[in-house]
């Protein structure tokens, strides 16, 4: 099988959301041979936001009810499984991703939302990270789904929306509802997950998704590695097995 790497860099300065900690990684200790001939070891302070770098955001985040989850209180069957990847790269920077646009993509990649085996994960390749990162408008104007197009996909039974984003939402702001797939994800008890990459070399095709957060009490956000697994022919029977059971 192959994998693919879907995780941005995370380092000092990496782009975040406005308004997030800035990113700051520094040396605390480096490598040292004692006069007894013994090492010391290296060691690296971290400083940053629970939504830095690639991320799936918790019910938390914009929940404030007391049933809100943070990220390690789920479970980590919600962040992997078949997935899909579909082009929206139509949407211009500050534009929405909508309805259309998602049945066109879903219709070139001949996604069966209704069949024995359909996807959970749908990851939208909108073109802005390889655009855009790692320089500041990584953080400017970038598409992101209308309500429209976010109940479109939790209809079909998908409950992890990734992006190559800083958030699932348009940037900046626009409409009269504020955040609605963020709304949508919060009401309907899916994830989104942001800042994801690479995601030219998966468009159109099936491939199994995971995106495992870092087990962080309270978080309203875990860091991901997100990796997927592209099948080799002898591997699509078991596959369709284990899709079946999700």
């Not at 962040?79 to 500050?94: E, T």
């Not at 992101?144 to 940037?171: F, H, Q």
Request: glycine share 10%.
């Amino acid at each position: 099988m192959k994998m693919i790497d879907l995780s941005q860099e995370i380092f000092s300065g990496s782009p975040v959301y406005r308004g997030h900690q800035p990113t700051v990684i520094h040396r605390l200790k480096d490598v040292q041979q004692l006069p007894d001939g013994k090492w010391t070891f290296a060691i690296n302070g971290i400083f940053m936001s629970d939504h830095c770098g690639s991320h799936t955001d918790s019910f938390l985040h914009m929940d404030p009810s007391p049933e809100a989850k943070a990220i390690h209180e789920l479970p980590v069957e919600m962040f992997q499984g078949l997935g899909v990847c579909l082009d929206v790269s139509a949407a211009v920077p500050g534009g929405f991703i909508t309805v259309e646009m998602l049945e066109e993509a879903s219709e070139q990649a001949r996604v069966n939302y209704g069949g024995p085996v359909r996807p959970r994960v749908a990851l939208l390749y909108t073109g802005h990270f390889g655009r855009t990162f790692p320089k500041p408008s990584y953080g400017a104007a970038h598409p992101g789904l209308t309500r429209e197009a976010t109940l479109w996909l939790a209809d079909r039974g998908i409950i992890n929306i990734g992006i190559d984003c800083a958030s699932v939402d348009v940037e900046p702001h626009k409409g009269d509802e504020w955040k609605p797939a963020h709304s949508v994800c919060r009401e309907r008890a899916i994830l989104n997950t942001e800042n994801l990459g690479n995601l030219q070399e998966l468009v159109g095709k099936q491939f199994w998704y995971m995106g495992l957060p870092l087990r962080i009490v309270g978080g309203t956000a875990g860091p991901i590695r997100a990796v997927a697994i592209l099948p080799e022919e002898e591997d699509l029977v078991q596959w369709k097995y284990l899709a079946s059971l999700s």
